[in-house]
């Protein structure tokens, strides 16, 4: 009992580094009833572990409650939290204050989805897109039927892959793409990068029915590999890479 | 744009300063793209200065021979290398060449295909044209 005290004691009275304030800009925008949206300014305390997105909850908490956000797993996860920072794309949950270097912290909803209200957008088109490229394998069989109990993988088969299968969803690289800032209707890096994702899977059988998916008008040939997608994806995902892979099946530089 | 699509824009796509020297050069390929379509129109409108014959043709080159025309071909030659260049660079892109492989990620997820041979292909590309726009400025001038 007295150890466990004195570790209490100890914790509390561990010095913790000084805290400094810096200045949030919140952009608020309603579509119901705003022509168009306007930015509120907060002084929020920081420390250097702070994220951004702990300084928008810090904001909700004690200034305006009604500041429009979407998050959940708080560890760059789940996907929910992109945001223009500073005026890049950035997850606000993966995003330290200390790292932008500025005193000033602009907040804006990501480009190139509709927004709900503030910073909350809507992703069905990218989810629509996700599904349009058949996110699943394609097989004649399953897993359940076939006599091996499961479809194996070598490591280098689970290598060409996996670092596309990390993608969580949350359209920073849809934001960041030059094509998608001016064109409706183009797939997009992240559902192309998924297509590779299961084209590349040795388990699928279904790369010529992606292929055609994506072997259209406003497809794979809208993107002109500025490599954009690649600099703000917070999992590595690196789509431009998979794009360039996919395209190589398309012009018969892979089989 | 409307704000209920909320796209970026025209300004957006050609906004140059965000996303490294890549998106530079995406930004220098579009404008030289459209430099050299325009360069072409007006080609075929200055070549076909022929048919009014031989007063007709030379009133057509001594436009070339000013100050301006002088600027015109050197952005023209410019534009030329560096869309050329970099052109190759993007065409094997296009095919995954030099664009790394897949592999797992490590923290903190330096993007492989944002890779060194890319970005000399870029500087190269940039090097060579104002080179070569030196240099068409020289034998211009030198006349
Ligand atoms: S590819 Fe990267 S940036 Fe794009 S949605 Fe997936 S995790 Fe986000
Ligand atoms: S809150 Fe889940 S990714 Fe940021």
Same mark, same amino acid.
């Given at each position: 009992?007295?150890?466990?005290?004195?570790?209490?004691?100890?914790?509390?009275?561990?010095?913790?580094?000084?805290?400094?304030?810096?200045?949030?800009?919140?952009?608020?925008?309603?579509?119901?009833?705003?022509?168009?949206?306007?930015?509120?300014?907060?002084?929020?305390?920081?420390?250097?572990?702070?994220?951004?997105?702990?300084?928008?909850?810090?904001?909700?908490?004690?200034?305006?409650?009604?500041?429009?956000?979407?998050?959940?797993?708080?560890?760059?996860?789940?996907?929910?939290?992109?945001?223009?920072?500073?005026?890049?794309?950035?997850?606000?949950?993966?995003?330290?204050?200390?790292?932008?270097?500025?005193?000033?912290?602009?907040?804006?909803?990501?480009?190139?989805?509709?927004?709900?209200?503030?910073?909350?957008?809507?992703?069905?088109?990218?989810?629509?897109?996700?599904?349009?490229?058949?996110?699943?394998?394609?097989?004649?069989?399953?897993?359940?039927?076939?006599?091996?109990?499961?479809?194996?993988?070598?490591?280098?088969?689970?290598?060409?892959?996996?670092?596309?299968?990390?993608?969580?969803?949350?359209?920073?690289?849809?934001?960041?793409?030059?094509?998608?800032?001016?064109?409706?209707?183009?797939?997009?890096?992240?559902?192309?990068?998924?297509?590779?994702?299961?084209?590349?899977?040795?388990?699928?059988?279904?790369?010529?029915?992606?292929?055609?998916?994506?072997?259209?008008?406003?497809?794979?040939?809208?993107?002109?590999?500025?490599?954009?997608?690649?600099?703000?994806?917070?999992?590595?995902?690196?789509?431009?890479?998979?794009?360039?892979?996919?395209?190589?099946?398309?012009?018969?530089?892979?089989? | 744009?409307?704000?209920?699509?909320?796209?970026?824009?025209?300004?957006?796509?050609?906004?140059?300063?965000?996303?490294?020297?890549?998106?530079?050069?995406?930004?220098?390929?579009?404008?030289?793209?459209?430099?050299?379509?325009?360069?072409?129109?007006?080609?075929?409108?200055?070549?076909?200065?022929?048919?009014?014959?031989?007063?007709?043709?030379?009133?057509?080159?001594?436009?070339?021979?000013?100050?301006?025309?002088? +600027?015109?071909?050197?952005?023209? &030659?410019?534009?030329?290398?560096?869309?050329?260049?970099? @052109?190759?660079? $993007? !065409?094997? =892109?296009?095919?995954?060449?030099?664009?790394?492989?897949?592999?797992?990620?490590?923290?903190?997820?330096?993007?492989?295909?944002?890779?060194?041979?890319?970005? +000399?292909?870029?500087?190269?590309? &940039?090097?060579?044209?104002?080179?070569?726009?030196?240099? @068409?400025?020289? $034998? !211009?001038? =030198?006349?």
């Amino acid at each position: 009992m007295a150890q466990v005290s004195s570790i209490a004691d100890e914790q509390i009275s561990t010095p913790v580094s000084s805290s400094k304030s810096i200045t949030l800009r919140i952009a608020r925008y309603n579509p119901e009833h705003d022509d168009s949206s306007m930015f509120m300014e907060f002084t929020v305390p920081c420390e250097k572990w702070t994220t951004v997105l702990e300084a928008i909850l810090e904001v909700k908490k004690y200034f305006d409650h009604s500041v429009a956000v979407r998050y959940s797993c708080r560890q760059a996860t789940c996907g929910s939290c992109g945001m223009i920072i500073n005026g890049k794309p950035r997850l606000a949950c993966f995003t330290k204050i200390s790292e932008l270097n500025s005193d000033v912290v602009t907040v804006e909803p990501m480009n190139n989805f509709p927004i709900i209200r503030d910073l909350a957008v809507k992703f069905e088109r990218l989810f629509d897109t996700h599904q349009k490229i058949k996110p699943y394998l394609i097989r004649d069989d399953t897993e359940i039927e076939s006599d091996e109990k499961e479809f194996l993988q070598s490591p280098k088969e689970v290598e060409q892959y996996i670092q596309f299968a990390n993608c969580i969803k949350c359209g920073l690289c849809n934001s960041a793409c030059p094509t998608m800032a001016t064109d409706s209707s183009f797939v997009g890096p992240q559902a192309l990068a998924q297509a590779y994702r299961y084209v590349a899977d040795s388990r699928d059988k279904g790369k010529d029915s992606r292929l055609k998916i994506i072997d259209e008008s406003h497809g794979i040939w809208r993107c002109h590999f500025a490599g954009s997608c690649s600099q703000v994806c917070p999992k590595g995902v690196d789509p431009a890479m998979g794009i360039q892979l996919l395209r190589g099946y398309l012009l018969g530089f892979r089989s | 744009m409307t704000q209920d699509e909320h796209k970026e824009g025209i300004g957006g796509m050609f906004n140059p300063t965000r996303y490294g020297i890549e998106r530079v050069a995406y930004w220098l390929m579009r404008l030289s793209g459209l430099g050299l379509l325009a360069y072409f129109i007006a080609h075929i409108y200055e070549t076909s200065n022929i048919l009014r014959g031989q007063v007709g043709w030379d009133e057509m080159m001594q436009m070339t021979q000013t100050l301006e025309g002088h +600027i015109i071909l050197a952005i023209v &030659i410019g534009m030329c290398v560096f869309h050329t260049v970099n @052109g190759v660079r $993007v !065409m094997l =892109g296009y095919g995954g060449i030099g664009v790394g492989k897949p592999a797992r990620p490590d923290y903190p997820y330096e993007p492989a295909s944002q890779n060194y041979r890319h970005k +000399i292909g870029i500087y190269s590309s &940039i090097v060579l044209a104002a080179a070569a726009m030196m240099y @068409g400025l020289a $034998v !211009m001038f =030198g006349e």
